[in-house]
């Protein structure tokens, strides 16, 4: 599973890189699925990765609004912020704490229990999903998407 973050957070750092030839306006656009946009799909993802690991840490989730950032600057600073913050704990990942649970309270007021795997997991996958969104969006505009490929990253 710790590959697969690392994974996650390299390509993350290549979209970063993807966007500097990118202009604002093409960036912030409002596109068709997703959360929207190129950059607003980059904080999404930064967004809830921190935010559930957070969680699993006992510490609050992040609530400020993309507004709040909608520059690539922000959005890769903010990023850079929540990694180191959770970087940490993904690191020192251990087979006991697959089945820790989390419990929620949900808007109707039922409590909901997570696995810590799961919600790790979900992570992963929801990254990976945002990042199919942005591979297709870099076609519209006329650049080819970082690649999505797991070998030849130096991962092993």
């Known amino acids: 599973m710790l590959k697969l973050f690392e994974y996650n957070w390299q390509v993350r750092q290549d979209w970063f890189n993807w966007c500097q030839d990118v202009s604002e306006e093409e960036l912030l656009k409002k596109r068709t699925g997703g959360i929207g946009g190129i950059l607003h799909t980059l904080f999404h993802i930064a967004d809830v990765e921190f935010s559930w690991i957070s969680g699993l840490q006992g510490k609050p989730e992040f609530t400020d609004p993309f507004d709040s950032y909608a520059s690539l600057q922000k959005v890769k600073d903010l990023s850079a912020r929540f990694h180191n913050e959770i970087r940490p704990f993904v690191m020192s990942w251990t ?14 007021g039922e409590t909901v229990i997570f696995k810590y795997g799961e919600i790790m997991r979900h992570v992963i996958a929801h990254e990976i999903h945002h990042i199919g969104q942005l591979s297709v969006w870099s076609r519209e505009v006329g650049k080819f998407p970082v690649t999505a490929d797991f070998i030849r990253r130096g991962l092993f």
Request: glycine share 0%.
């Open 95 to 108: 087979p006991e704490m697959e089945f820790k649970e989390l419990s929620e309270l949900t808007s109707k």
